[in-house]
């Protein structure tokens, strides 16, 4: 028995009664609205690309708020196997200045199209061994559907705009990959002099020799026409 209810036991009836609080209406429990503020919080987007091991805990805890009755995860981890060879583990470059902006937008994005609280972004980068985390998104929300089609969103949006490489290292060779996803994967996606992030672009299709020759392609051709 707690203290609590050892001291209560020796209360007889009458005495119970004298202490109890006058009956008093409903209303008089409501929370005022300057309660309801104190408990509010501002949203927040968390965007990190890190070398260091990703934690689903820590990530997780980032997103939590007591507004929320959902959070909704992502968790892209390095497999063993592609196309029939071994893979001993993954590893990731990212060009960070339109990385990191490239991942605002997204979130800016989510946040027009759904009614969410908080978002967490976290990408490694270098080494990922089989097994371990190399993307962790995790979005909360009041309800379940927000979050859920929100997580979405944003795994599909970041393989698509999102400049970042992987290298599949397998037993005996490895492979740089790019997401097929990406609009500079396609062969009419060369930047032109005239558009944005023009530099940022030539860089992402410098990466491979056929993207050094379509950036060159469409240098002369946007000159040209100059």
């Excluded at 705009?161 to 740089?176: A, C, D, G, T």
């Excluded at 994967?185 to 993207?211: I, K, R, T, Y």
Aim: aromatic content about 8%; proline content about 4%.
């Amino acid at each position: 028995m707690s203290s609590l209810e050892i001291s209560s036991s020796s209360f007889n009836r009458e005495t119970k009664l004298l202490l109890s609080p006058p009956l008093v209406e409903d209303s008089a429990f409501e929370p005022s609205r300057k309660d309801i503020d104190e408990v509010e919080e501002k949203s927040k987007d968390v965007i990190n690309f890190t070398a260091e091991k990703l934690s689903v805990d820590e990530v997780s805890q980032l997103v939590m708020s007591p507004l929320c009755g959902a959070v909704s995860l992502f968790v892209g981890t390095t497999r063993n196997n592609f196309e029939g060879k071994k893979v001993i583990s993954l590893e990731y470059e990212a060009y960070l200045p339109m990385a990191k902006n490239e991942v605002k937008k997204i979130c800016s994005d989510i946040r027009q199209k759904w009614p969410v609280k908080h978002i967490a972004v976290f990408h490694r980068l270098g080494l990922v061994p089989v097994s371990e985390a190399s993307i962790i998104i995790a979005v909360s929300s009041a309800h379940r559907a927000a979050s859920l089609e929100a997580v979405s969103y944003a795994i599909d949006t970041l393989k698509a705009k999102v400049p970042i490489w992987k290298k599949e290292i397998y037993e005996e060779s490895s492979s740089w990959k790019g997401n097929k996803e990406c609009f500079w994967a396609s062969g009419d996606a060369a930047p032109s002099v005239h558009g944005p992030h023009f530099e940022e672009q030539c860089f992402l299709l410098s990466q491979n020799f056929e993207g050094s020759l379509r950036v060159l392609q469409n240098i002369l051709w946007s000159l040209l026409e100059t």
